[in-house]
């Protein structure tokens, strides 16, 4: 099996922990170091990584948040909850990209469209 550990450069990782935490309805907690974080789904499988702008790593993309919100990334998730997570995302931010829908182009599930403290636009789809 394969997959991908999304890394998000973001200004307070403290705060988009606890942003993602509450997103996914998982526990809250302090970040595992103060310029970086994994938030893993319950088995561990890693959902995103969140790391300090310009903190420990080395690579340029993360050296600067340049002037675009999100630095073009999109973030898609697929949850097994999705009316609890859409209830947990209305507390979360004060309006939506996109409101609840069926994307009827790609998967055909409900998925909603918001923006991270660090604005970062993500889709939250049922599976």
Request: net charge negative; charged share 30%; proline share 6%.
């Given at each position: ?21 509450s997103l996914f309805g998982q526990e809250q907690r302090p970040p ?30 993360l050296q600067s948040p340049g002037n675009e919100a999100g630095n073009g990334v ?54």
């Open positions: 099996m394969k997959r991908t550990w999304p890394i998000i450069g973001v200004k307070d990782v403290a705060a988009s922990t606890k942003f993602y935490l595992h170091h103060d310029d970086f974080d994994m938030i893993t789904d319950a088995d561990e499988t890693v959902l995103v990584c969140l790391h300090e702008w310009g903190g420990h790593g080395e690579g340029p993309p999109l973030l898609f998730f697929r949850v097994d909850d999705f009316d609890a997570a859409l209830e947990r995302a209305r507390s979360l931010v004060s309006h939506f990209e996109e409101e609840p829908a069926v994307n009827a182009d790609g998967p055909g599930t409900m998925e909603f469209k918001l923006r991270d403290p660090d604005g970062y636009y993500l889709t939250v789809s049922a599976i």
